[in-house]
């Protein structure tokens, strides 16, 4: 069973960034398709940003593209670094993955069997 631990959340000003890596543990990141999802207050669980890192393309949704980034920074960690943090961004951030069955990558919630806890991410304006 894969478990995942996502870190790096905090309280920032808005303008600042963040980096929320996401630790696998059996350490073959680069086999997995990961995407980032959040959480606001009182919202549904949105899609943030995602990979298929087995044949190396991403995928972002509209909010994210541009200030946000998704990467793979070691065997077992990938990370989403987050730029312009604006108010709107503050929610809870979950890191999921999955086994890649098609060379694309995966934007619905149903798609990923396994999941992190999260972390929280507070924007002041």
């Known amino acids: 069973q894969l478990e995942l631990v996502e870190s790096g959340g905090g309280l920032v000003q808005a303008g600042d960034s963040l980096r929320l890596p996401c630790v696998l543990s059996?350490?073959?990141?680069?086999?997995?398709?990961t995407a980032w999802f959040r959480q606001a207050p009182g919202m549904d669980r949105e899609f943030v940003a995602a990979s298929n890192w087995n044949v190396g393309i991403t995928g972002y949704s509209a909010f994210a593209r541009g200030r946000f980034t998704i990467s793979i920074d070691a065997s077992d960690t990938v990370s989403l670094q987050m730029n312009s943090l604006k108010p709107e961004d503050t929610a809870v951030y979950y890191c999921a993955a999955r086994r890649p069955e098609t060379n694309r990558w995966y934007k619905v919630e149903a798609e990923y069997p396994y999941w992190g806890q999260g972390t929280q991410v507070t924007v002041s304006s």
């Open positions: 059996d350490s073959t990141a680069s086999t997995y398709a």
